[in-house]
């Protein structure tokens, strides 16, 4: 089965804690993305990476790292210098290839900072 | 400041009827845009794009139009059925950045009554 998996899908942390959500995919695309969703809220986009060993911030980077060693994997830790990190994030792909056409998105994992 | 909305109360209407939602846009000159399903606690779902020179796409169902003098897109569900209650995004990418990722918008909720 070609997709998308983030694990896990419930996450809860507490205060001070780094902690790292994992984004596979297996539709051997190109670019990956990481956005969070709050209650009643659209997606922000936090970073993206357009190709191995490259990523750039996107609206809300700040206390979010990332990683791009591999095409498959794309890594999102939560810093402890993130003020509110609770919660929903969304890992997506898409083929990339210098237009962004449809993305597919995870299953999303729910963090909560106890 | 550039801004993607979506009309935040939920839209509620009888099993059969045509379901309209409107994405508005200001501030940015998107090269296309797209439409997004999303189910409580999951991720979105792809649904349609229209490029900037298309004035209406069409699917099944569905049909999206694109108006770039109104800044306006409007989706609508034609014969709506229970099934198609969720919340429905609208995201775009700009030419104005260069930026190769979606914005979204805060998304609509439909709810489709029996």
């Known amino acids: 089965d070609g997709g998308i998996t983030q694990s896990p899908k419930y996450l809860f942390r507490k205060e001070g804690q780094n902690v790292t959500l994992s984004c596979e995919q297996n539709l051997n695309h190109d670019a990956m993305y990481w956005y969070r969703q709050d209650p009643g809220q659209g997606l922000r986009l936090i970073y993206y990476s357009q190709i191995v060993n490259d990523f750039q911030k996107g609206d809300i980077a700040e206390g979010y790292s990332v990683s791009r060693e591999k095409k498959e994997s794309f890594p999102l830790t939560v810093t402890s210098a993130q003020k509110n990190p609770t919660a929903f994030y969304l890992c997506?792909?898409?083929?990339?290839?210098?237009?962004?056409?449809?993305?597919?998105f995870g299953p999303g994992t729910r963090l909560t900072v106890l | 400041s550039q801004k993607i909305e979506q009309n935040s109360e939920a839209l509620n209407i009888q099993e059969g009827k045509t379901a309209t939602l409107t994405c508005n846009y200001t501030n940015y000159s998107p090269a296309y845009l797209q439409w997004y399903r999303q189910d409580p606690g999951r991720g979105p779902v792809f649904l349609l794009l229209?490029?900037?020179?298309?004035k209406e796409k069409r699917k099944e169902r569905l049909k999206v139009t694109f108006d770039t003098t109104l800044k306006q897109s409007l989706f609508h569900i034609t014969a709506s059925q229970p099934a198609d209650s969720a919340t429905y995004l609208c995201?775009?990418?700009?030419?104005?950045?260069?930026?190769?990722?979606?914005?979204f918008g805060s998304g609509t909720r439909l709810q489709v009554q029996p």
């Open positions: 995201a775009l990418v700009t030419r104005d950045t260069g930026r190769r990722a979606l914005t």
């Open positions: 997506a792909s898409s083929t990339g290839g210098g237009s962004v056409d449809t993305q597919y």
């Open positions: 229209i490029r900037e020179n298309e």
